[in-house]
Nanobody
Framework: QMQFVESGGGLVQPGGSLRLSCAAS????????MGWYRQAPGKQRELVAH???????NYADSVKGRFTISRDNAKNTVYLQVNNLKPEDTAVYYC?????????WGQGTQVTVSS
């Protein structure tokens, strides 16, 4: 059984940056493709980026060029570097496997972009 704990969110001004972290418990982390998801108020949760086991990545069009996903299997951690943040990036950010498993949703980390 794996658990994911997200951290690194906060309040930033437009154009700012954050580095989100997702720490995974469990020894089988490295065999899963991992994704970062977000849910804004009143909207459905969406996949913003995912990284597969060989390190290959893919991004939603809305974040391409601004977000970078990476993983460190030795540390059981997935990161999301978010740059040039926009107000529309405001959401709770979650990590999960890709595709996601209902068993693994955590509390997420809030990112608020506001001046």
């Amino acid at each position: 059984q794996m658990q994911f704990v997200e951290s690194g969110g906060g309040l930033v001004q437009p154009g700012g940056s954050l580095r989100l972290s997702c720490a995974a418990s469990g020894s089988i982390f490295s065999i899963y493709a991992m994704g970062w998801y977000r849910q804004a108020p009143g909207k459905q949760r969406e996949l913003v980026a995912h990284v597969i086991t060989d390190g290959s990545t893919n991004y939603a069009d809305s974040v391409k060029g601004r977000f970078t996903i990476s993983r460190d299997n030795a540390k059981n951690t997935v990161y999301l570097q978010v740059n040039n943040l926009k107000p529309e990036d405001t959401a709770v950010y979650y990590c999960n496997t890709a595709p996601p498993s209902a068993r693994y949703w955590g509390q997420g980390t809030q990112v608020t972009v506001s001046s």
